[in-house]
């Protein structure tokens, strides 16, 4: 028997009553919303930052890492031509007074030169003011054929023909400087007087031509005598690396093309360890470390002993003409604004401190990771803990090249 309508309303309306929301459940719902949408926002919003602030860091030091990639390239190409000679014993002149000598051995001899080591051992200038030349310094050579432009006639230039001369001998260098722009930014800067000039820690590269590689110049020579003591090593490039003829200015030109000029900025320093290719066993069982070849960071290819080694016993010539094995590279960079930071005015006293930390670090290469981060584990220390607490932000290359060129078997 069916119900009438009247009768079965109720419970229709009691049906629809209680699949519907309550105010309570939608309030709960949009709670829940909300939250959702605001860690969702968050989430973008910091990885949105981070993209930021990496695509930040790339652009930033995208400069650094060029040049620290033209530094390694360029080194594994040094060279010093090595060759043997006849070491003669001198022996009582003979009937009509002609001197004479008699060949007992051969030994290594080249009229090229390896040189790395803190800057202010390397360059003589910088002894005078450390802390403007933080970091190391190298100069070599390397078959780079760089040549310079030529004039044939009165009012057009062109440059020399370089098909057949790409292995010229070049003389090649790298330090870091701090200074300002004033000998190379346009000149029109200094006539408006209004662009103060720019200070920053630059990448330096010494990089004359062929025609004008001085180690061949007779006042250089020779670059050793171990007869004499007569040590000429340093010549070559320090009398011409801070010449005011070969320094980058606003004047010169492609027939006068400057030899030392910046390829980065912002760079704090530079380090070079020569290093062993492997640990070497001494006699009584134990290893040294790769970096023993040179304690002192120092490498002077016309040197027996490098400073702080010991005498080897097996060559009386030792190192003396030989590239090391290897070099460990190491370039600290800052960002640009760090950069700017660093160079400002009221600045002065921290960034004179924070390169007199530099210049006394990296001097012995058992410490290079206390130099570096310190002797704490806990707690960064070292350079980069002078970085971090004068809110500096930084970037660190590193990298190991073989120099393939050294002929130790000699």
Same mark, same amino acid.
């Given at each position: /028997?069916?119900?009438?309508?009247?009768?079965?309303?109720?419970?229709?309306? +009691?049906?629809?009553?209680?699949?519907?929301?309550?105010?309570?459940?939608?309030?709960?719902?949009?709670?829940?919303?909300?939250?959702?949408?605001?860690?969702?926002?968050? #989430?973008?919003?910091?990885?949105?930052?981070?993209?930021?602030?990496?695509?930040?860091?790339?652009?930033?030091?995208?400069?650094?890492?060029?040049?620290?990639?033209?530094?390694?390239? =360029?080194?594994?190409?040094?060279?010093?031509?090595?060759?043997?000679?006849? *070491?003669?014993?001198?022996?009582?002149?003979?009937?009509?007074?002609?001197?004479?000598?008699?060949?007992? %051995?051969?030994?290594?001899?080249?009229?090229?030169?390896?040189?790395? @080591?803190?800057?202010?051992?390397?360059?003589?200038?910088?002894?005078? +003011?450390? %802390?403007?030349?933080?970091?190391?310094?190298?100069?070599?050579?390397?078959?780079?054929?760089?040549?310079?432009?030529? &004039?044939?006639?009165?009012?057009?230039?062109?440059?020399?023909?370089?098909?057949?001369? #790409?292995?010229? /001998?070049?003389?090649?260098?790298?330090?870091?400087?701090?200074?300002? *722009?004033?000998?190379?930014?346009?000149?029109?800067?200094?006539?408006?007087?209004?662009?103060?000039?720019?200070?920053?820690?630059?990448?330096?590269?010494?990089?004359?031509?062929?025609?004008?590689?001085?180690?061949?110049?007779?006042?250089?020579?020779?670059?050793?005598?171990? &007869?004499?003591?007569?040590?000429?090593?340093?010549?070559?490039?320090? =009398?011409?690396?801070?010449?005011?003829?070969?320094?980058? %200015?606003?004047?010169?030109?492609?027939?006068?093309?400057?030899?030392?000029?910046?390829?980065?900025?912002?760079?704090?320093?530079?380090?070079?360890?020569?290093?062993?290719?492997?640990?070497?066993?001494?006699?009584?069982?134990? =290893?040294?470390?790769?970096?023993?070849?040179?304690?002192?960071?120092?490498?002077?290819?016309?040197?027996?002993? $490098?400073?702080?080694?010991?005498?080897?016993?097996?060559?009386?010539?030792?190192?003396?003409?030989?590239?090391?094995?290897?070099?460990?590279? &190491?370039?600290?960079?800052?960002?640009?604004?760090?950069?700017?930071?660093?160079?400002?005015?009221?600045?002065?006293?921290?960034?004179?401190?924070?390169?007199?930390?530099?210049?006394?670090?990296? =001097?012995?290469?058992?410490?290079? $990771?206390? *130099?570096?981060? @310190?002797?704490?584990?806990?707690?960064?220390? @070292?350079?980069?803990?002078?970085?971090?607490?004068?809110?500096?932000?930084?970037?660190?290359?590193?990298?190991?090249?073989?120099?393939?060129?050294?002929?130790?078997?000699?």
């Amino acid at each position: /028997m069916c119900l009438p309508f009247a009768s079965r309303l109720p419970h229709r309306l +009691n049906s629809r009553r209680a699949s519907a929301f309550t105010l309570i459940e939608l309030l709960v719902s949009m709670t829940f919303l909300v939250i959702l949408m605001l860690v969702v926002t968050q #989430v973008i919003g910091i990885v949105q930052r981070t993209w930021v602030r990496s695509n930040s860091r790339v652009s930033q030091f995208r400069e650094a890492r060029t040049s620290f990639d033209v530094v390694t390239r =360029t080194l594994t190409q040094a060279t010093l031509n090595t060759y043997w000679m006849n *070491d003669f014993d001198v022996l009582s002149s003979d009937s009509i007074g002609q001197s004479r000598s008699k060949a007992k %051995s051969y030994v290594r001899q080249s009229e090229l030169q390896f040189i790395c @080591g803190p800057t202010p051992t390397v360059l003589t200038q910088a002894a005078s +003011n450390k %802390s403007n030349y933080p970091g190391h310094a190298v100069f070599f050579q390397a078959p780079l054929g760089v040549t310079k432009l030529v &004039t044939v006639s009165a009012t057009s230039t062109t440059e020399a023909s370089t098909e057949n001369l #790409v292995n010229l /001998m070049c003389g090649r260098g790298y330090f870091v400087e701090w200074g300002t *722009d004033a000998s190379f930014r346009p000149a029109f800067l200094d006539s408006l007087n209004t662009v103060p000039l720019r200070s920053r820690l630059r990448l330096m590269e010494f990089s004359p031509t062929a025609e004008m590689n001085k180690i061949y110049a007779e006042v250089n020579r020779p670059l050793v005598d171990n &007869t004499t003591g007569t040590n000429n090593g340093k010549k070559w490039y320090n =009398t011409e690396v801070f010449s005011s003829n070969n320094i980058i %200015s606003s004047n010169e030109t492609a027939q006068s093309r400057a030899f030392t000029r910046p390829v980065a900025e912002n760079i704090l320093a530079l380090i070079i360890s020569p290093q062993n290719e492997k640990q070497l066993k001494t006699s009584g069982g134990s =290893t040294t470390p790769l970096y023993a070849i040179a304690p002192n960071y120092i490498w002077d290819s016309t040197l027996t002993s $490098q400073p702080g080694s010991s005498a080897s016993t097996s060559n009386p010539q030792g190192t003396q003409h030989l590239l090391p094995p290897q070099l460990k590279v &190491t370039m600290i960079a800052l960002d640009q604004a760090s950069g700017e930071y660093l160079a400002r005015e009221e600045n002065n006293e921290m960034r004179e401190a924070l390169l007199s930390q530099v210049a006394g670090l990296f =001097t012995t290469a058992s410490k290079f $990771q206390a *130099d570096l981060r @310190g002797d704490n584990d806990d707690k960064l220390g @070292g350079l980069e803990g002078a970085l971090v607490a004068n809110k500096l932000n930084y970037r660190i290359f590193t990298t190991t090249i073989s120099l393939k060129q050294s002929r130790w078997s000699l």
